[in-house]
């Protein structure tokens, strides 16, 4: 059993996260002009359809993520949704500190606090 603080050190870091993941899946499913100028200018031929199924596909990994049973595979799926996010932002040459990282930010944010609620997680993880 982890520690009080442990514990809610890792349900605030999972919070944060979550909100985050939420918001950014949220976005993507009403058909913004936003959303669709910000694919096109990363490369990818943008419709909103494109950016409806990333939102759905987001939303989908986000959900394994908060189900106790499949947290390690969201946190997984999540992490190979943030390297997509990372090769497009290293491939248009989009600033390291600000626009490349955040998705390793991102990543290990929501790792951190699957990690810091559920100790069971990282004996899976990191068994010898």
């Not at 490369?43 to 106790?68: D, S």
């Not at 997984?76 to 998705?103: E, Q």
Request: glycine share 10%; aromatic share 10%.
């Amino acid at each position: 059993m982890p520690s009080p603080a442990r514990l809610w050190t890792g349900r605030i870091l999972t919070a944060l996260a979550v909100l985050f993941w939420l918001m950014d899946g949220a976005i993507k499913l009403p058909p913004i002009e936003p959303v669709i100028t910000t694919l096109q200018g990363l490369g990818f031929t943008a419709t909103p359809a494109l950016a409806r199924g990333l939102g759905v596909l987001q939303l989908a990994c986000l959900a394994l993520y908060l189900l106790p049973r499949t947290s390690v595979i969201g946190a997984i799926a999540l992490s190979a949704f943030l390297g997509g996010a990372i090769a497009v932002n290293l491939r248009v040459g989009n600033p390291w500190f600000t626009h490349t990282l955040f998705g390793v930010y991102v990543g290990l944010v929501t790792w951190a606090g699957l990690l810091l609620r559920k100790p069971r997680a990282c004996e899976l993880l990191f068994a010898r």
